[in-house]
T-cell receptor
Framework: KAGVTQTPRYLIKTRGQQVTLSCSPISGHRSVSWYQQTPGQGLQFLFEYFSETQRNKGNFPGRFSGRQFSNSRSEMNVSTLELGDSALYLC??????????FGPGTRLTVL | SQELEQSPQSLIVQEGKNLTINCTSSKTLYGLYWYKQKYGEGLIFLMMLQKGGEEKSHEKITAKLDEKKQQSSLHITASQPSHAGIYLCGADIQGAQKLVFGQGTRLTINP
């Protein structure tokens, strides 16, 4: 069974731009969660989607948004990028919010 | 303050030595997950503990859950270079609607 895939793996943007990251969960998994990982803050929860509905949201500004499609694939969008948004963005999938399996991440660099 | 505290933050051991990493929660634990991360990559699921006193092993890695102490320990026996990486604990804790993660323990294995 294929694991969680994330695209792109690396991304370089400039301040003020917006970015869209994609996540394809493990087949059969309906829950997708997104995390931001930085050296200073560690792994921080962004949001969780289940069956196209956002179930939980972390403490991030409204510039961070996401959605989930009917095939469980998910995207997250960050608008008006700031330098502090540079991070590794990780997506994790689970069947129903149980054990989460992570993708390889998208490394976002904001210049 | 961190809801999940890991100790130590970093660990350097000689190949072949045993080591222990601890994860302590300030609130009631309902489920505890251990992951391993290679720098800049995704998290690899190691094991999950749910019941007090539960102990699981995978190859040379053993994890235990002490419900009374709200603590889990990860023990590696006869460490090998392949064990090097960052170990993170994640937990379902009282009052949190999402998985909470510790700051991670960076493990270096010296030959």
């Amino acid at each position: 069974k294929a694991g969680v895939t994330q695209t792109p793996r690396y991304l370089i943007k400039t301040r003020g731009q917006q970015v869209t990251l994609s996540c394809s969960p493990i087949s059969g998994h309906r829950s997708v969660s997104w995390y931001q990982q930085t050296p200073g803050q560690g792994l921080q929860f962004l949001f969780e989607y289940f069956s196209e509905t956002q179930r939980n949201k972390g403490n991030f500004p409204g510039r961070f948004s996401g959605r989930q499609f009917s095939n469980s694939r998910s995207e997250m969008n960050v608008s008006t990028l700031e330098l502090g948004d540079s991070a590794l963005y990780l997506c994790a999938s689970s069947r129903r919010g149980d054990t989460q399996y992570f993708g390889p991440g998208t490394r976002l660099t904001v210049l | 303050s961190q809801e999940l505290e890991q100790s130590p933050q970093s660990l350097i051991v000689q190949e072949g030595k045993n080591l222990t990493i601890n994860c302590t929660s300030s609130k009631t634990l309902y489920g505890l997950y251990w992951y391993k991360q290679k720098y800049g990559e995704g998290l690899i699921f190691l094991m999950m503990l749910q019941k007090g006193g539960e102990e699981k092993s995978h190859e040379k890695i053993t994890a235990k859950l002490d419900e009374k102490k709200q603590q889990s320990s990860l023990h590696i026996t006869a460490s090998q270079p392949s064990h090097a990486g960052i170990y993170l604990c994640g937990a379902d804790i009282q009052g949190a609607q999402k998985l909470v993660f510790g700051q991670g323990t960076r493990l270096t294995i010296n030959p």
